[in-house]
């Protein structure tokens, strides 16, 4: 769905069976990767966002680790918070996380149910963080929909 938006899709996973272009055709990059060698694989910048997904505990803790020592503007794990909040507690920061770049669980609050409804809401999201926009409802909105209106 990301790539219905136009955006680069990177898939990352460090089993050779789960990331092949065969099961993400859309992807841009599909990578095999250990967690300590997936970030100078990648290119940071402001519209960069991390998706934490493989069901893989270890793998992204281990990934986690890694990303919180980024200026990626956008974490999130699948899940629920009390697995985020373990997987911080796990790290044992020694200094405090920027919770504004961290999300857990992931998505706005949609009533999504299958694979595809929770990625729109993963997706509607990110939009959001990146934009700094409200997530609320457009009946809602004082201002108008549109920059240029």
Do not use: C
């Not at 909040?85 to 920061?93: H, P, Q």
């Not at 609050?109 to 990625?119: K, L, M, Q, S, V």
């Not at 997706?123 to 934009?131: M, P, Q, R, W």
């Amino acid at each position: 769905m990301a790539y219905l938006l136009g955006w680069e899709v990177t898939v990352i996973d460090g089993r050779p069976a789960h990331a092949t272009l065969q099961r993400f055709p859309n992807a841009t990059k599909v990578l095999v990767s250990k967690a300590e060698n997936v970030l100078p694989q990648i290119q940071i910048d402001g519209q960069t966002a991390f998706v934490l997904m493989t069901h893989n505990y270890s793998y992204d803790l281990e990934l986690l680790k890694y990303l919180l020592g980024t200026n990626a503007p956008y974490i999130g794990t699948l899940g629920p918070k009390k697995k985020l909040i373990r997987m911080l507690d796990e790290l044992d920061l020694a200094t405090p996380i920027n919770e504004t770049r961290v999300h857990g669980p992931i998505g706005l609050d949609i009533g999504a149910e299958t694979a595809e409804e929770i990625a729109i809401s993963i997706l509607a999201e990110i939009k959001s963080v990146f934009t700094g926009a409200s997530a609320i409802f457009l009946k809602e909105k004082k201002k108008p929909i549109h920059v240029y209106e």
